[in-house]
């Protein structure tokens, strides 16, 4: 297992396996917040290299304004999910599995999982992975 910082993760195990199949039960998760938490396909959060990420978050849990250095396209797996942007008058429409969006870099932006299930979300970031939280946003 890696831990959220600079662990960079393989695009595929080495060795000689041209298959590799990972159920969601067996995946292992990494805690990033509070009823979150992310398995890395590959690359790391903080480790400067393009990376493909799973999300998944808890019924009830939001993230609280921050942004990303590099811009990231999302699908949502499963769950009912809002993503919206500092100063929308409103929390955008309720994304459900195959809902897609592009976030940008150096955006200001929120995240909620609404419930009743847990929210299941693919993340890649092209560039590199990040997430600023805090009095500078």
């Known amino acids: 297992k890696g831990a959220v910082g600079t662990t960079v993760f393989e695009p595929r195990p080495s060795g000689t396996a041209t298959l590799v199949r990972t159920?969601?039960?067996e995946t292992d998760f990494i805690p990033f917040m509070d009823g979150a938490e992310l398995y890395y396909i590959y690359g790391g959060m903080n480790a400067?290299?393009?990376t493909a990420q799973v999300a998944r978050m808890q019924p009830g849990v939001?993230?609280?304004k921050h942004t990303h250095t590099?811009?990231?396209n999302a699908v949502v797996i499963s769950g009912n999910y809002q993503h919206w942007e500092e100063g929308e008058p409103d929390?955008?429409?309720v994304m459900s599995a195959g809902s897609t969006f592009f976030q940008g870099g150096?955006?200001?932006?929120?995240?909620?999982?609404?419930?009743p299930e847990p929210c299941v979300l693919y993340v890649y970031f092209p560039v590199s992975a990040d997430a600023n939280f805090g009095p500078a946003n």
């Open 62 to 64: 939001s993230f609280p």
């Open 23 to 25: 159920p969601i039960e």
């Open 91 to 93: 929390q955008g429409p």
């Open 106 to 115: 150096g955006a200001k932006h929120y995240d909620a999982c609404l419930g």
């Open 70 to 72: 590099h811009g990231y």
């Open 48 to 50: 400067g290299v393009p």
